[in-house]
């Protein structure tokens, strides 16, 4: 069997160190992909009865979702560990590369953008296949969406932007003024910003902060043979796409200026 020699360029890696187009790729799909698993796993594990974890509660969702993150950017390490389009836009608007040696260009923006988006809906199948049995099982309208994607406590479509603009913000703001990406933060940083970031501001809306956490997981709830799923919601779906996106470029504007970054 052949063995790639050290520094020996392969499909994933070039000769200079620099991950290749489907390295950067692989390394957003598989880091994405576990984040979805373990959050949305999280998610279900509370949410549907017969789970053990039932009625954990909000805490363990927090802190589930904090420890997705730090599992996520552990393995995702070569492209910098976005998992996130907002991390993305954030990095181009800063002028940022988006890792070492990658310049934030749009050919590569869509390549990030198209891994984080399968990542997400692989993660998301993962989920329903870990939990067939219990999505089986009868349960209170929203209840299975809410385990693939975010929902407001109260609806009021504004002001749930307004919220996910703000958490956004800040983890795109930490981000940014830290001049790293997620990785060069490390994954133990980012995951803890991302457990303040749903406790303190998660309530309103479930603090999607994520395009692709919410849109791919939809997806998947859409067309998951899942009985009594109820509907996808697509009509609040934009919320978690824009409150983000906004969130991201406010973030990326706004805390180079305040730091003189």
Excluded at 88 to 112: D, R
Excluded at 128 to 152: C, H, M, R
Excluded at 214 to 237: E, F, M, T
């Amino acid at each position: 069997m052949d063995v790639l020699l050290a520094g020996e360029p392969s499909a994933l890696m070039g000769a200079n160190g620099v991950p290749t187009a489907l390295g950067l790729f692989a390394s957003e799909f598989l880091g994405t992909a576990v984040l979805i698993l373990l959050g949305g796993g999280v998610c279900a594990a509370t949410a549907l009865k017969k789970s053990h974890a039932h009625g954990a509660g909000w805490v363990a969702i927090a802190f589930g979702w904090g420890l997705a993150v730090f599992a996520a950017v552990y393995v995702s390490g070569p492209s910098g560990a976005h998992l996130n389009p907002a991390v993305t836009i954030g990095q181009w608007v800063a002028g940022n590369e988006l890792t070492k040696g990658v310049p934030a260009t749009f050919g590569y923006m869509l390549i990030y953008f198209a891994a984080q988006l399968l990542g997400a809906f692989v993660g998301a199948v993962g989920v329903w296949l870990a939990y067939k049995k219990q999505f089986d099982e009868p349960a209170e309208d929203g209840t299975k969406l809410g385990v693939f994607s975010t929902g407001p406590a109260i609806h009021a479509p504004v002001w749930n932007v307004v919220t996910e603009i703000l958490g956004t913000f800040i983890l795109i703001g930490f981000v940014v003024a830290s001049g790293q990406t997620p990785s060069g933060l490390g994954p133990l940083a980012v995951a803890f910003i991302v457990v303040g970031i749903g406790l303190s501001l998660g309530g309103p809306t479930g603090y999607a902060i994520n395009p692709a956490r919410d849109l791919g997981p939809r997806i998947a709830h859409a067309v998951l043979p899942i009985p009594g799923k109820g509907s996808s919601n697509w009509a609040y779906a934009w919320v978690p796409i824009v409150g983000p996106i906004i969130g991201a470029v406010a973030a990326a504007l706004i805390v180079p200026a305040l730091l003189g970054i």
